[in-house]
């Protein structure tokens, strides 16, 4: 089977910039569409971007569309969230999550998930 670990969260002012990593252990010879979703206080878990297996088709959240972009690493199944222009409303736990579908955006798609890495934006 398969575990994800996010790392990369962390505290930084609004307009600046911060890079997520999603590393998986176990069955990393499979192939998987990756996903990162995000809760903040207060919220539902909501969609932000996804990666094909491939790693030629995204998905971007509206919200995000512009400031974020998703890639994969040289190892299989790892995926980066580059997060730019960030906002006091970007502020939540964000998750990866891996699919045995070669893309998807809604939560109940994905297979495994991380543990979540805290990012908060503020002055």
């Known amino acids: 089977q398969v575990e994800l670990v996010e790392s990369g969260g962390g505290l930084v002012q609004p307009g600046g910039s911060l890079r997520l990593s999603c590393t998986p252990s176990g069955r990393t010879d499979l192939s998987f569409g990756m996903g990162w979703f995000r809760q903040a206080p207060g919220k539902e878990r909501e969609f932000v971007a996804a990666?094909?297996?491939?790693?030629?088709?995204?998905n971007y959240a509206d919200s995000v569309k512009g400031r974020f972009t998703i890639s994969r690493g040289n190892a299989k199944s790892t995926a980066f969230l580059q997060m730019n222009a960030l906002k006091v409303i970007d502020t939540a736990v964000y998750y990866c999550?891996?699919?045995?579908?070669?893309?998807?955006?809604?939560?109940?798609?994905?297979?495994?998930w991380g543990q979540g890495t805290q990012v908060t934006v503020a002055s």
């Open positions: 999550a891996a699919t045995y579908w070669d893309i998807a955006t809604e939560g109940r798609e994905y297979k495994f």
């Open positions: 990666l094909s297996r491939s790693g030629t088709t995204t």
